[in-house]
């Protein structure tokens, strides 16, 4: 079989590793495409649906033939749409989508007909649960590519999420964020302005740390990840605590992984908050964290955080970035160290018993 996994443009790195882990070996395509990744794969298709960093994932099949027509021809087309569907409970999908080019032609018409003939399906041109995309297959006049997609909805869709947050991270995101802090069993997590707790689930699909702690100064916030995390499935494993980034109540080097999503003054915050917020971030994070442990955070700000980084230096050393391009937006990933040298403050803290549930 060959797989086509869509991914967001900057994740195909954090993609290619993840699919090495969680599908095994696998023979990727050599192409240039930043927002798809391709390869063969023998292995069971279920697997796929456990992908976090994709933004969807398809069954690719070429058919030889001037018009996509051609795809009635055969059972391909038939077989690939049987074959999704068995990947899920029976009535998880009512409608299917074709993506197509001239999907008006005569062509395309008689190919929606016939689907919605031979399954049963509706033909729900905005919102069908089977996607199905034909498009010429790259290189020639005399063939098509058939994808279909895995899953009802996009894998990015989290089916957790109760409670949506203006702004809130993209899940494929905060997925990639959690791969590069390399998830330990002994980790003890911070989520600073944890918004709707994305970056918490995301950090418990790759398995259950020695403690979760987010933080929020939004009480409004800390319900919405309250909810969402109940809905994950976690609730009662991270505890919730209205706190200031800024002014942490933490003891000192308490801390394995820092994770954050900082306001950007777009849907949240303002660039003038922002202006004193950041440095005061980074100095207040490397109080809490343990010598040579990790931070990831993500931002918009991209020229204010660069400025802050060269005061910041005496506590955090950048170890990578990824910038990623979503919807006109181009955040970028940092993932920063915590040196050996300290920052102490005699007023700190015990840490977990400093920040209970609200």
Request: net charge positive; glycine share 8%; proline share 7%.
């Amino acid at each position: 079989m060959r797989i086509e996994c869509e991914v967001l443009a900057g994740l195909k790195p954090a993609l290619t590793e993840e699919v090495g882990r969680v599908l095994g070996p696998v023979t990727l395509d050599a192409d240039d495409d930043p927002t798809a990744l391709r390869f063969a794969y023998a292995g069971p298709l279920s697997r796929l649906l456990r992908l976090r960093t994709a933004v969807a994932a398809y069954l690719l099949v070429s058919v030889p033939g001037r018009r996509p027509s051609t795809l009635l021809g055969d059972s391909t087309l038939f077989d690939q749409v049987e074959l999704v569907r068995g990947l899920h409970p029976p009535g998880s999908f009512g409608s299917f989508r074709l993506s197509a080019p001239g999907k008006q032609s005569a062509a395309l018409r008689r190919v929606r007909e016939e689907l919605a003939r031979r399954t049963g399906l509706a033909d729900d041109p905005d919102d069908g649960e089977l996607l199905l995309r034909i498009r010429r297959s790259p290189g020639t006049m005399d063939g098509w590519d058939l994808l279909t997609r895995l899953s009802p909805r996009p894998l990015s869709t989290r089916r957790w999420r109760v409670h949506h947050l203006p702004g809130a991270l993209n899940a494929t995101i905060a997925a990639a964020m959690v791969d590069m802090s390399r998830p330990r069993r002994a980790d003890r997590v911070l989520n600073l302005m944890c918004g709707s707790g994305t970056l918490l689930v995301e950090r418990f699909a790759r398995g259950r740390p020695a403690l979760a702690v987010g933080c929020d100064l939004d009480p409004a916030a800390l319900a919405g990840a309250r909810r969402n995390l109940e809905s994950a499935g976690l609730a009662g494993a991270v505890a919730l605590a209205r706190m200031d980034a800024t002014a942490l109540g933490v003891a000192d080097g308490r801390v394995d992984v820092l994770l954050a999503d900082l306001p950007y003054g777009h849907r949240m915050g303002s660039h003038q908050d922002n202006l004193a917020l950041y440095p005061a971030v980074l100095r207040e994070t490397a109080r809490v964290a343990a010598p040579g442990e990790a931070m990831l955070l993500v931002t918009h700000e991209l020229r204010l955080f660069q400025r802050c980084l060269p005061a910041a230096r005496r506590w955090w050393s950048v170890q990578q970035t990824l910038q990623v391009y979503q919807k006109g937006h181009h955040p970028m990933i940092y993932l920063l160290r915590r040196s050996d040298g300290r920052t102490r403050h005699a007023e700190a803290v015990s840490w977990p018993a400093a920040v209970p549930d609200p």
